[in-house]
């Protein structure tokens, strides 16, 4: 069973406000990624660390930065939320049971920026 | 170049029947093949994952892979309203690599 937490659920801020999105698991995994998805649409992965201190970013251009300071916790930030960002936010941490990877994802912030 | 393709659907079957969902990709070294059920408004959930090629049976999910022809499926046998979702096929493209691609997602309803 996947023990990975995001917080907030859900968030409603200003534009020009400086945000944080939480991610935390306590599975121990190595490697984790954020996602962005609008509503029907495909997820797009914006960061991905594969360990402490390790951070890349990912397919989709993002105006947010992240940090890997403890194996646990991968939190993206925004400096200044734009409607544009409003979107859901996507955390997910993996792992290689006997050699094999399985990525499990946290639930979500939903984002509105106004 | 989309690294992962499905058809997007909708794909409607009638309840009880077997759901057959489809998935491509483009690299072929890719090892490690993943499908993932999203509820509406909720996030991805693995259902099945896959690394060798044929099948893999979990309950009423089949999941099938052939390297050869870049393909992967998932059967849902005696499918039932609450597998109304969109399924995500993802895929670990590349030895060494752990990003994990998805593909768009395919919409599927099952009609009472």
């Known amino acids: 069973e996947a023990d990975i937490y995001q917080t907030p659920r859900y968030l409603v801020i200003g534009t020009g406000k400086k945000i944080t999105l939480e991610c935390s698991q306590t599975?121990?995994?190595?490697?984790m990624y954020w996602y962005q998805q609008d509503p029907g649409m495909e997820l797009h992965l914006i960061h991905y660390?594969?360990?402490?201190?390790?951070?890349e970013k990912g397919d989709l251009s993002s105006e947010s930065t992240v940090s890997r300071i403890r194996t646990e916790h991968f939190p993206l930030t925004l400096e200044s939320a734009r409607p544009s960002h409003t979107s859901q936010y996507l955390c997910a941490s993996s792992v290689k049971p006997q050699g094999m990877t399985e990525a499990f994802f946290g639930q979500g912030t939903r984002l509105t920026v106004v | 170049q989309k690294e992962v393709e499905q058809n997007s659907g909708p794909l409607s079957v009638p309840e009880g029947a077997i759901a057959s969902l489809n998935c491509t990709y483009s690299d072929r070294v890719s090892q490690s093949f993943f499908w993932y059920r999203q509820y509406s408004g909720k996030s991805p959930e693995l259902i099945m994952s896959i690394y060798s090629n044929g099948d893999k049976e979990d309950g009423r999910f089949t999941a099938q892979l052939n390297k050869a022809s870049q393909y992967v499926s998932l059967l849902i046998r005696d499918s039932q309203p609450s597998d109304s979702a969109t399924y995500l096929c993802?895929?670990?493209?590349?030895?060494?690599?752990?990003?994990?691609?998805f593909g768009k997602g395919t919409k599927l309803s099952v009609i009472p």
């Open positions: 993802a895929v670990i493209p590349g030895a060494g690599s752990y990003q994990l691609t």
């Open positions: 599975m121990g995994h190595d490697k």
């Open positions: 660390s594969y360990g402490v201190n390790s951070t």
